[in-house]
């Protein structure tokens, strides 16, 4: 089971807003820092947010991260289909002292 | 372009062993500490190990303690996985990736080696 909770999907149309969520606890979310992978079919992961809202060079603006308490959360905006994909969050835990991620979570553009 | 490229996945029976590599490009392989990361069959992501640029710590999750062992050879910009005494549960596919911050987010990512352990 994992230490940070996202909902197993979520489904929106091309050009909506979406946002996902990641909920944590005081031993990691809450005390650091959050990133943000966005896994495509039959690929690696890849960084698309860290240190909670910082995006890596070539990741378009669309993709947004922010972090309140004991949640984070991903905002994509302009949905294309190409951004159908499994998004996971990670962050540090302090109590395991190791990084931990989330379940995931299956965009479907509809 | 950084490259990492894994490889030795393969089937192994459990009690077994199997050495995983990552050979990497496109980066000053020695400056950065690296990681293993596994995705197990049902997509969840699972931090294995991390060893810093030097060779000088190691890190491993609790579940692989005592039987992985992390190490790199920064002369030939690989990074390898000894795993030992293997189990079904360590059946996932393997990444390696750069590790950042402060040993808490995965920058770059190589494109996986399936591990499948079979009882």
């Not at chain 1, 650091?32 to 960084?47: D, E, I, K, M």
């Amino acid at each position: 089971q994992s230490m940070l909770t996202q909902p197993p999907s979520v489904s929106a149309a091309p050009g909506q807003r979406v946002t996902l969520s990641c909920s944590g606890s005081n031993s990691n979310i809450g005390n650091n820092l959050v990133s943000w992978y966005q896994q495509l079919p039959g690929a690696a992961p890849r960084l698309l947010i860290y240190e909670n809202n910082q995006r890596p060079s070539g990741i378009p603006d669309r993709f947004s991260g922010s972090r309140s308490g004991t949640s984070a959360t991903l905002g994509i905006t302009g949905l294309q289909t190409g951004d159908e994909a499994d998004y996971y969050c990670g962050t540090w835990d302090s109590s395991l002292s190791a990084p931990v991620f989330g379940g995931g979570t299956k965009l479907t553009v509809l | 372009e950084v490259q990492l490229l894994e490889a030795g996945g393969r089937l192994g029976t459990a009690g077994g062993s199997l050495r995983l590599s990552c050979a990497a490009s496109g980066f000053t392989f020695r400056s950065y500490a690296m990681s293993w990361v596994r995705q197990t069959p049902g997509k969840a992501l699972e931090w294995v190990s991390t060893i810093t640029g030097s060779s000088a710590n190691t890190y491993y999750t609790d579940s692989v303690k005592g039987r992985f062992s992390i190490s790199r050879d920064n002369s030939k910009d690989i990074l390898f996985l000894q795993m030992n005494n293997l189990r079904a549960e360590d059946t996932a596919v393997y990444y390696c990736a750069i590790v950042s911050g402060l040993y808490d987010y995965f920058e770059y990512w190589g494109q996986g080696t399936l591990v499948t352990v079979s009882s």
